[in-house]
């Protein structure tokens, strides 16, 4: 698509039946994109990385802010970086591997960290911040973002998706603390008490 390869590995075929069938079309929509735009970023630059890795990294990254996990208690990157890791482990890649794609989703909302990083988990996030946040827009040629969308489509994405991370994170409030989720809750929960990383200072139990 829009001239990247897709893998068609028995993995990377049952990734995307499962993430098609257990999320909603945001969802899935935006992962391929994430996948799409990270291998693009990977191939202009001349990056050896695992597609396959990428592909089932990129389809699982998300699934976090899914219903199935309404009852996670830990940060949604935490959910999907889980996830992936036994979905890959149940097919037989080897626990390195395997990590990799664990780490690529455990880190893919951190700003800088993941661009220091393994391939795979400098692109996944690099699919993600162009996706979410336009970072490298201009640098995509207009045809290749047309084929992209008009298989991937984005309808209404940037206020579909801040309800999507709301709905994620509203019953975990906790998780976001430090993290660019933070940012969702100010603004879908402006009466929300957010813990304050100076009076967590201030107030700890040491006398100075």
Same mark, same amino acid.
Do not use: C
């Given at each position: 698509?829009?001239?990247?390869?897709?893998?068609?590995?028995?993995?990377?075929?049952?990734?995307?039946?499962?993430?098609?069938?257990t999320?909603d079309?945001?969802?899935?929509?935006?992962?391929?994109?994430?996948?799409?735009f990270?291998?693009?970023?990977?191939?202009?630059?001349?990056?050896?990385?695992?597609?396959?890795?990428?592909?089932?990294?990129?389809l699982?990254?998300?699934?976090g802010?899914?219903?199935?996990?309404?009852?996670?208690?830990?940060r949604?990157?935490?959910d999907?970086?889980?996830?992936?890791?036994?979905?890959?482990?149940?097919?037989?890649?080897?626990a390195?591997?395997?990590?990799?794609?664990?780490?690529?989703i455990?880190?893919?909302?951190?700003?800088?960290?993941?661009?220091?990083?393994?391939?795979?988990?400098?692109?996944?996030a690099?699919?993600?911040?162009?996706?979410?946040?336009?970072?490298?827009?201009? +640098?995509?040629?207009?045809?290749?973002?047309?084929?992209?969308l008009?298989?991937h489509? !984005? @309808? /209404? =994405?940037? $206020?579909? #998706?801040?309800?999507?991370?709301?709905?994620?994170?509203?019953?975990?409030?906790?998780?976001?603390?430090? +993290?660019?989720?933070?940012?969702?809750?100010?603004?879908?929960d402006?009466?929300?008490? !957010? @813990? /304050? =990383?100076? $009076?967590? #200072?201030?107030?700890?139990a040491?006398?100075?």
């Amino acid at each position: 698509m829009a001239g990247i390869p897709l893998p068609d590995t028995k993995p990377a075929r049952e990734a995307t039946e499962l993430i098609r069938d257990t999320t909603d079309e945001l969802i899935y929509h935006h992962s391929r994109r994430v996948y799409l735009f990270g291998a693009r970023h990977g191939r202009e630059r001349g990056l050896a990385f695992d597609a396959e890795l990428l592909y089932v990294g990129a389809l699982f990254h998300a699934v976090g802010l899914t219903a199935r996990y309404r009852a996670s208690r830990q940060r949604f990157e935490l959910d999907g970086a889980d996830a992936v890791r036994r979905f890959l482990a149940g097919h037989g890649v080897p626990a390195d591997r395997a990590r990799l794609a664990w780490e690529a989703i455990a880190l893919h909302t951190t700003p800088e960290i993941p661009h220091r990083m393994a391939p795979e988990i400098a692109l996944l996030a690099a699919g993600v911040e162009l996706d979410i946040l336009g970072i490298g827009y201009d +640098t995509l040629p207009p045809e290749t973002r047309d084929e992209i969308l008009a298989a991937h489509p !984005r @309808p /209404d =994405f940037k $206020r579909r #998706i801040l309800r999507a991370f709301h709905g994620g994170i509203a019953h975990r409030p906790e998780t976001a603390f430090g +993290t660019v989720e933070a940012d969702v809750l100010a603004r879908f929960d402006p009466e929300r008490i !957010r @813990p /304050d =990383f100076v $009076r967590l #200072i201030e107030d700890s139990a040491w006398p100075e």
